[in-house]
């Protein structure tokens, strides 16, 4: 069984899914709580609206002190893994070691994973990740400081968005061939 609670940042409502193992899915503020529940619903039609856990609240505590700008870790936050491939699962892993205000490119990564060719399936896993902020797949980049990619609504201009909450350096980069 899967359960959802909605919580409000200060740049919007956001949400944490779990089951019993850990967290299934963490969505990204929305301006409507509406929005946010719609988009639990169509991922996990089965789930159902609850309260949160005590032990998820150092979880979201986590994630609305990131969204006032403020520095959090979140890597104790317990994720349920059992629908990760491996792969994929050993890129979050990396990613979820990126300091607030920090980033890595996906050829460092790849190159932690042992191939730096693999940086192209590095963005491919980070474009599935079901945790966002608590894998922070925002602070992943392209070579050279350009931002790379972002699945999540918004595209590039809310994983900028984040990088600037977090006082990232490349978040300040600009692409001049934009």
């Given amino acids: 069984m899967i359960s959802y609670a909605l919580f409000e940042t200060a740049i919007g409502f956001a949400g944490v899914a779990w089951a019993e193992a850990g967290l299934v899915a ?13 988009g639990f619903l169509r991922r996990f039609p089965e789930a159902v609206e609850a309260p949160l ?3 998820l609240a150092p ?17 104790a936050a317990p994720l ?10 050993r890129v979050y892993e990396i990613a979820r070691a990126i300091p607030p ?12 994973l042992g191939d730096k060719l693999l940086a192209r399936d590095v963005g491919q896993a980070l474009g599935k ?4 902020i608590v894998v922070p797949c925002h602070r992943v980049t392209a070579a050279g400081g350009r931002p790379g990619g972002f699945s999540a609504r918004g595209g590039v201009n809310t994983k900028l968005k984040l990088l600037a909450i977090e006082g990232a350096k490349a978040a300040a980069q600009a692409d001049l061939f934009a």
């Fill in 129 to 132: 990740n079901p945790w966002p």
């Fill in 101 to 112: 205000g920090e980033t890595l490119t996906y050829g460092e990564i790849a190159e932690q």
């Fill in 26 to 38: 963490v969505h990204l503020p929305e301006r409507d709580a509406e929005v946010a529940r719609r």
């Fill in 53 to 55: 856990p005590s032990e």
């Fill in 80 to 89: 349920d893994l059992s629908r990760t491939p491996a792969f994929h699962a």
């Fill in 59 to 75: 979880t979201v505590e986590g994630i609305c002190a990131l969204m006032r700008g403020e520095k959090a870790d979140l890597t």
